[in-house]
C-alpha cells in the first residue's frame, strides 16, 4: 500500500490491514496474554525467521531490546519509557485509545513487512515522472497567478507598515509628501533585495494574520499568542508569506506554513527545553556528552569524531527566518539567539576569535567535515563569508603539508567536505546574488586541488510533518 494512502487510515483500518498483511505478528500478539510475553514470542519468531540477519531483521531486535527501557528526554529533562512493542501489543489485541497517533503504528508496519520483503525494487523512471508532476510548483501558472496576487495584497500591507512606523531609521522609508502610487513603486522596487526583507519581517501573530489576508483561523491566532505571551520569537519575511496560499482552493501550502506556525506541543514545552542534543551541552573548560573539550564560546559544536558545526560571531547568527522545527529553539529561549540584529554583533574581536578556532580544527586529529551553520551561513555579508572560507582553506592546507611530516599511522585525518547550511534559497533567494555566487565557486576550485572532495549548500528544507 502507498504511504500517502497509509496516511489517511484511521486506527481501526490500520489494525485490518495488519491482520491481512501480518497475520503470524497478529497470532503472536493475540497469544501473548502480556506484553511482555509478546516481547519473548516475537523474539523467538524473529530468531527462527529466514531473514534474521537482514536489516529489518536487526532493526526489530534492536526494538526487542530496547522496550521497557528507560532514557533521558533532554529537551524536557524527564525520563521518558520505551514502549513502542508494548504499544504495538495494545494495539493488535484492540486495546488501544482513539486519539493515539497512527505514524508509529505505520512505521512498525512497514518494518514488519520488509522481512516478507527484503529487497524493494525501483520504479521505472518513467512512473518516477509521472509521481513528481502529479504536484503543482512554482512555475505552474495557476500557482504564479495566486502568488502574484498574494505579493500585491503584502505590498499594500507593506505601504501601511512603513507608513506608521514610528522610528524610520531605515533606509526604507518614504520621503514627505510623495503619492500613494509612488509608495507602492519604491516597495514593489524594494521588495528584489534582500535586505528590504528582513527588515519588514513579520514578528507578531497580528501582522501575519494581516499579511496573510486576515485568513488564520481563530485557533491558530490563539495558539500563536499563547507563544508570544511565553516569549517565543517569530519572523517571517514577506517573500516567504506571498509563497503560502490563503485562497480555499488552488494548491495545499501545509508544508509551507509548517514551517512558521507552531506545533501545540512545542509551545507548551517552550520554557522548559534545555537542548534537543545532550552534546550540545556545554560547561566551559569540560568535555561535553560525547568526551570533546571545546573552545570557550557557543561558536562550535561537536557530536561526532569527524564532524563540527562552526557558527561564526557575524550575521550569520541570525536567519532569514524563523523555522517551527528550529533544532537551537532552546538557544532562543536562552537569548543567545534572537532577531534583533543589532544586537549579534561580536564581544570579541572576530578576527582574534575565528584565529582561535582555526587552531582548534587544525590541532584535531579526526575532523573531516565541517558544517557552517548559524543561524544561516549565507546571512553572513559577502566579505564576511569569504574572509571565514579563506580560514578554513588555509588551515586545511596547512593541516596538509603537516601531515606530510607526519609517518604512517600518525597522520591526522584531513578535511574533505565542507557545507554551508542556510535556508535562505527558500526564504530569501534574492539573497544569492552575482558576488556570493562567485565567491562560493572560487572556494570550491581552490578546495577541490586540495582534496576536499564535497563543497555544498546543505537546505534541510522539507516538511517538519
Not at 499579511?211 to 499568542?225: A, K, P
Not at 560571531?313 to 543567545?336: K, V
Amino acid at each position: 500500500m502507498k504511504q500517502k494512502k497509509m496516511l489517511a487510515l484511521t486506527l481501526s483500518q490500520l489494525e485490518q490491514l495488519y491482520r491481512h498483511e501480518l497475520p503470524e505478528l497478529v497470532d503472536i500478539a493475540i497469544r501473548s496474554e502480556h506484553a511482555t510475553t509478546f516481547k519473548t514470542k516475537l523474539s523467538e519468531y524473529i530468531a527462527a525467521h529466514p531473514e534474521v540477519e537482514s536489516e529489518a531483521g536487526k532493526q526489530i531486535r534492536l526494538l526487542i531490546e530496547f522496550d521497557g527501557q528507560e532514557v533521558h528526554e533532554l529537551s524536557t529533562g524527564t525520563q521518558l519509557t520505551i514502549s513502542t512493542l508494548s504499544l504495538l501489543h495494545a494495539f493488535l489485541t484492540r486495546q488501544w485509545e482513539e486519539e493515539m497517533e497512527t505514524d508509529v503504528f505505520i512505521d512498525l508496519f512497514q518494518q514488519f513487512r520488509r522481512l516478507q520483503h527484503p529487497s524493494i525494487p525501483l520504479p521505472p523512471a518513467q512512473k518516477i515522472k509521472s509521481l513528481t508532476e502529479r504536484w503543482p510548483t512554482g512555475l505552474d501558472e495557476d500557482v504564479q497567478q495566486i502568488r502574484t496576487k498574494n505579493k500585491e495584497r503584502i505590498l499594500h500591507a507593506l505601504v501601511q507598515k512603513i507608513e506608521h512606523r514610528k522610528h524610520p531609521t531605515s533606509r526604507f522609508h518614504f520621503a514627505d509628501g510623495i503619492s500613494y502610487d509612488e509608495k507602492f513603486r519604491l516597495v514593489n522596487e524594494w521588495w528584489n533585495d534582500f535586505r528590504f526583507h528582513l527588515a519588514m519581517a513579520v514578528k507578531t501573530p497580528t501582522e501575519l494574520n494581516r499579511f496573510l489576508g486576515n485568513s488564520l483561523s481563530v485557533e491558530t491566532m490563539y495558539l500563536l499568542s499563547k507563544a508570544r505571551k511565553k516569549g517565543m520569537p517569530f519572523f517571517a519575511t514577506p517573500y516567504y508569506l506571498s509563497l503560502l496560499n490563503c485562497t480555499n482552493g488552488g494548491y495545499d501550502d501545509e508544508a509551507l506554513r509548517s514551517y512558521i506556525l507552531y506545533s501545540p506541543q512545542l509551545v507548551e514545552t517552550y520554557g522548559h527545553i534545555r537542548a534537543w542534543e545532550r552534546e550540545d551541552m556545554v560547561e566551559t573548560g569540560k568535555p561535553n556528552a560525547a568526551g570533546w573539550l571545546l573552545p570557550d564560546g557557543h561558536n562550535i559544536h561537536r557530536r561526532y569524531p569527524e564532524v563540527a558545526i562552526l557558527i561564526p560571531d557575524t550575521m550569520g547568527r541570525a536567519c532569514g527566518g524563523l523555522c517551527a522545527s528550529c533544532q537551537r529553539m532552546y538557544d532562543f529561549q536562552s537569548q543567545r539567539l534572537n532577531f534583533e540584529f543589532d544586537a549579534l554583533h561580536p564581544k570579541e574581536s572576530w578576527e582574534k576569535k575565528l584565529r582561535r578556532l582555526m587552531n582548534y580544527f587544525e590541532e584535531d586529529t579526526q575532523l573531516r567535515d565541517i558544517l557552517i551553520t548559524g543561524g544561516d551561513a549565507l546571512m553572513s555579508q559577502n566579505k564576511t563569508l569569504h574572509h571565514i572560507l579563506e580560514a578554513v582553506y588555509r588551515m586545511a592546507v596547512r593541516k596538509r603539508k603537516a601531515n606530510q611530516q607526519r609517518t604512517e599511522g600518525e597522520k591526522y585525518a584531513e578535511l574533505q567536505r565542507i557545507r554551508l547550511g542556510s535556508r535562505l534559497p527558500a526564504y530569501l533567494p534574492m539573497r544569492i546574488n552575482d558576488e556570493l555566487v562567485e565567491i562560493l565557486r572560487e572556494f570550491k576550485e581552490k578546495a577541490s586541488a586540495i582534496g576536499i572532495r564535497q563543497f555544498i549548500i546543505q537546505t534541510h528544507f522539507q516538511t517538519p510533518l
